[in-house]
């Protein structure tokens, strides 16, 4: 059911259209529908469509799934009017297939949900069930309506919250852990059940009640459907419940040890011993109460590690029975015999193989040897054209070595004696642009020997 309060909460929050302000177009969005839609089709459309969408948006910015028309009224008043065509809107949204009744959407419910006993989901005023068997396509104020495309999406949310939470390896939850767990999705409870009927119409979640506490079971990832809840759920469930409450114990009684042990540090500093050896003793007891309590924990981890070993130990024995049938299937026509024939004839293509390839091979060379001469004369040919297309204008290649270097300081001139000719012919070079270049050369070569003279006497100066 939508909160009673949501309309005040709802319009303030919500953006209404820029329409809102515009009171000719808001007169006409006001009244009522015609009786026949056929006498004017585009406006009667235009008045659902418009609606139907504010609607949609409301429902939505608030994270509900329900609303009912009293709720709306309320709502969309402006200036102490009501729209009088809500009714007919929400006939068209349920004729379409967007909203449906609460009382129908919980219609296919099992056993579970009934002893949940939800009274506000499940059982309805007589009026309302009568006017449904009857099929009154009258609304009244407070029947309530679930929108499909919402409610849909909060299911998908609260079974993707579930499964990337750390309580998915858990088989079974409570109510109340569901609650917490989902609190920032679901608005209220009554949002988060409408959800989890969503989940349990596409066989995602299986509901029960176990010993006065409401429990919930959902699928596991991978699988099309949830399974019932069996005496291993239940039993594993009870473990887990206990192993919670004896943590929860055990961690209260290690502070009621640790302000026992203050107690008794402040009344000491008082020079109060004997109420100091008080608390000390009350410290003791309450640390073997501790002690026994975190045994029995770890008894508790021990089944549940147990347990989860079985599965596992299950899956993998699963595993090996599936791999035994597959291979005695895969051998079923296959023998030791026939395998050993098999390779003997492998071997002997292998050879067929080897002796044709050799074959060819031989074939290949043998034809060539009359073309090796051609081939030759052609190889000589391409040289002799190489040497005719050299160019003319370069100088010769020196056939005779360079003279060593002699340490006489005459460099420069073995250097330009080693040098081949310099082409006049391609370059645009003068007389007096190479005696600059010599010239250059030469003082070089001065520096050099300067450098070289001088070595040896700061050799000499070292030396001494």
């Not at 808001?26 to 008045?47: A, I, P, Q, Y």
């Not at 009154?136 to 998908?156: C, Y």
């Not at 520096?447 to 070595?455: F, P, R, S, V, Y």
Request: charged content about 30%; aromatic content about 6%.
């Amino acid at each position: 059911m939508v909160p009673s309060n949501l309309g005040e909460e709802m319009s303030t929050e919500v953006t209404l259209p820029p329409e809102w302000e515009d009171d000719e177009r808001m007169n006409f969005l006001f009244s009522d529908f015609k009786e026949n839609r056929d006498v004017n089709t585009k406006d009667w459309d235009s008045k659902i469509d418009f609606w139907t969408s504010l609607i949609l948006k409301i429902c939505r910015s608030r994270g509900t799934v329900c609303f009912n028309l009293q709720e709306l009224n309320k709502i969309f008043q402006r200036k102490g009017f009501v729209p009088l065509g809500l009714g007919t809107v929400i006939r068209c949204m349920a004729r379409c297939g967007k909203i449906q009744r609460e009382s129908e959407f919980a219609a296919n419910v099992d056993c579970g949900w009934v002893s949940w006993g939800f009274g506000l989901l499940l059982v309805k005023p007589l009026k309302w069930t009568f006017s449904t068997l009857l099929g009154s396509s009258g609304v009244t104020l407070e029947e309530s309506f679930v929108v499909i495309e919402l409610v849909k999406e909060k299911a998908a949310e609260l079974l993707g919250v579930y499964w990337s939470s750390p309580v998915a390896n858990c088989s079974l939850l409570s109510f109340q852990e569901l609650q917490t767990l989902s609190s920032h999705i679901c608005i209220d409870e009554s949002t988060l059940c409408m959800a989890l009927l969503q989940l349990q119409r596409e066989k995602q979640v299986t509901v029960s009640l176990h010993e006065g506490e409401k429990i919930v079971k959902f699928s596991q990832p991978g699988q099309d459907r949830v399974s019932s809840v069996s005496d291993m759920d239940l039993g594993i469930y009870q473990l887990q419940r206990s192993e919670r409450l004896l943590e929860v114990r055990v961690e209260a009684l290690g502070l009621e040890a640790e302000k026992c042990k203050e107690e008794a540090r402040v009344l000491l500093r008082e020079g109060k011993k004997s109420q100091a050896l008080r608390y000390l003793r009350s410290r003791k007891r309450v640390e073997r109460k501790a002690d026994g309590l975190n045994a029995q924990l770890e008894n508790v981890k021990g089944i549940l590690d147990r347990i989860a070993n079985s599965e596992t130990d299950k899956l993998v024995i699963q595993a090996y029975q599936a791999g035994v049938s597959a291979l005695r299937l895969s051998l079923k026509d296959g023998t030791v015999e026939g395998a050993e024939s098999l390779v003997d004839q492998i071997q002997e293509l292998c050879d067929t193989q080897d002796e044709m390839n050799q074959t060819l091979a031989g074939g290949a060379l043998n034809s060539t040897d009359a073309d090796t001469d051609e081939l030759e004369d052609e190889l000589r040919s391409l040289l002799e054209n190489s040497t005719l297309d050299r160019p003319s204008t370069l100088p010769e290649v020196p056939s005779h070595p360079l003279s060593p270097v002699r340490e006489s300081g005459s460099l420069c001139d073995d250097l330009l004696c080693a040098l081949p000719l310099v082409p006049q012919s391609l370059f645009n070079i003068t007389d007096e642009e190479l005696d600059k270049e010599l010239s250059r050369l030469t003082l070089a070569d001065t520096c050099l020997q300067q450098k070289d003279c001088t070595a040896p006497v700061k050799r000499a100066e070292s030396a001494q």
